[in-house]
């Protein structure tokens, strides 16, 4: 059964350093995708980035990057430059199938709350 | 243009009633996804439509829990009768065919006494 553990409930780091949060993941699909999502205290749910098993290379969007090790079967998020506004819950999900074999169905991770320090 | 729309932001209910729960997709997206959050149990995926036919309802927790879609721009989440345990917020999500992420409403907070 597919799985998505986060290691890390609670995580600090001060302004303007990068930040590693971690996770990993357990599937028998040789076809799956992985995402990052961003809830902060106002509760909705911001996508950040995705990452899908057959990508050559790893993910980037802006100030955000995954770190895909396949073969450890893991997706850290990697931060660079933290912002006061990056203060959230972070959040990694993995959905089976990709592309047209994808099964819509997103796994979540229990979180990792993130608090950037001024 | 719009996001997810959900309806009604808060709700606070008593034991026994019923609730439902809405949620307007964005135009165009033909997969539909309803989430509950809890602190004990985190995000949950309880059922999700692909044009507008329920394809894994294996989330649901009980039958008190119904969900339909009778069209592309609307579904219900329907609870009865609701529970205490029932009290978490609720999230629409949907996406565009062959979509790689999902776009979530702002949720609905749900509060049964």
């Known amino acids: 059964a597919q799985k998505i553990t986060q290691t890390q409930p609670g995580m600090f780091v001060q302004e303007k350093e990068a930040v590693t949060l971690d996770c990993t993941y357990d599937?028998?699909?040789?076809?799956?995708?992985l995402f990052w999502y961003k809830q902060p205290s106002s509760g909705e749910m911001i996508f950040l980035i995705y990452q899908g098993s057959y990508d050559q290379q790893n993910a980037t969007e802006g100030r955000y990057s995954l770190n895909f090790q396949k073969a450890r079967k893991s997706a850290n998020l990697v931060i660079s430059a933290s912002q006061l506004g990056d203060s959230a819950m972070y959040f990694c999900?993995?959905?089976?199938?990709?592309?047209?074999?994808?099964?819509?169905?997103?796994?979540f991770g229990q979180g990792t709350t993130l608090q950037v320090k001024p | 243009d719009a996001g997810v729309i959900q309806s009604p932001r808060h709700e606070v209910t008593e034991m026994g009633q019923e609730v439902t729960l809405r949620c307007k997709p964005i135009?165009?997206?033909?997969?539909l996804f309803w989430y509950r959050q809890t602190m004990m149990r985190g995000l949950e995926l309880l059922i999700y439509?692909?044009?507008?036919?329920?394809?894994?309802d294996s989330g649901m927790p009980e039958d008190r829990f119904s969900a339909k879609m009778p069209n592309a721009s609307f579904s219900t989440l329907k609870i009865q009768p609701s529970e205490p345990r029932d009290s978490a917020v609720y999230f629409c999500?949907?996406?565009?065919?062959?979509?790689?992420?999902?776009?979530f409403g702002p949720g609905t907070r749900l509060t049964v006494t």
């Open positions: 439509f692909n044009n507008n036919v329920p394809i894994d």
């Open positions: 999500a949907s996406s565009e065919p062959l979509a790689k992420k999902q776009y």
């Open positions: 135009s165009g997206h033909n997969s």
């Open positions: 599937t028998s699909d040789p076809s799956y995708g």
């Open positions: 999900a993995m959905r089976e199938g990709d592309g047209s074999s994808n099964t819509g169905k997103l796994i």
